[in-house]
């Protein structure tokens, strides 16, 4: 029987298409550092900070010291010099993003009534933002002020989705098994990964992400309506 649920963010809790916002935040992003690094070397160096992110299988390194790492040296800036803009950035500009997404009451209902059920419940977006930028995130979803037992972001983690690893940190950390736990979500590759652990899986459909491969099974599928009428009706695999 589950004990755990996870929830995805991006495309789940919150609808929402990523490939559009990424666009948006990196266009909105690079003029407002132009003044210490030009647009055509501060946008390849994000991206290769975030690529070594993902990559990166060392747990002794956090996803926020990779990317600083790799950055830092990308863009030959020191921190102190270019953090406070970034810093500025994620506090005032970032929530101004919330028109590129389509908030939905239902995610909040799903998210009450798998607490009222007695879940433990966490967050398992891929951290590979701040605290402050996911914390947002989470406002816009409407489930920021949930008591979840843990969210995943840049400052705690030490690796990212698709790896398996990743998943396994947070079982580590909740203290349960993969088979104690159902992942809810929306991106095929990223997700449903952790049908390889033996965790069961729910993919929400909306904006699913599916890269063709590699191919991953999941458990059910359907609209964030759907997920709310099986918790509810405690069927498939959230009966108890």
Known sequence: ???????????????????????TYIKELAPRVAHIVEPQRFVPSLWAGTEAMIKNLDPMKTNEQVFEETFLN???VKKEDIWPTLDHF???VFPTFSHLTKPTLTAKKV????FSQGYRVGIATNPVFPKVAIHH???????????????TVYEESTFTKPHTHYYESICNRLEVTPEECIMIGNDIQED?????????????E?????????????DERG???DLYERIVKRQGIFAK
């Open 1 to 23: 029987m589950a004990k755990v649920i996870l929830f995805d963010l991006d495309g789940t809790l919150l609808p929402m298409d990523t490939e559009s916002f990424i666009q």
């Open 74 to 76: 990308a863009v030959n």
């Open 90 to 92: 994620y506090e005032s």
């Open 111 to 114: 998210v009450e009534e798998v």
């Open 137 to 151: 995130r989470l406002n816009w979803a409407g489930v920021a002020d949930m008591p979840f037992e843990m969210v």
């Open 192 to 204: 449903m990964v952790v049908s390889e652990l033996g965790m069961k899986t729910f993919l929400v």
């Open 206 to 218: 909306g904006h699913v992400i599916d890269r063709g491969a590699p191919k991953y099974t999941f």
């Open 223 to 225: 609209t964030l309506e």
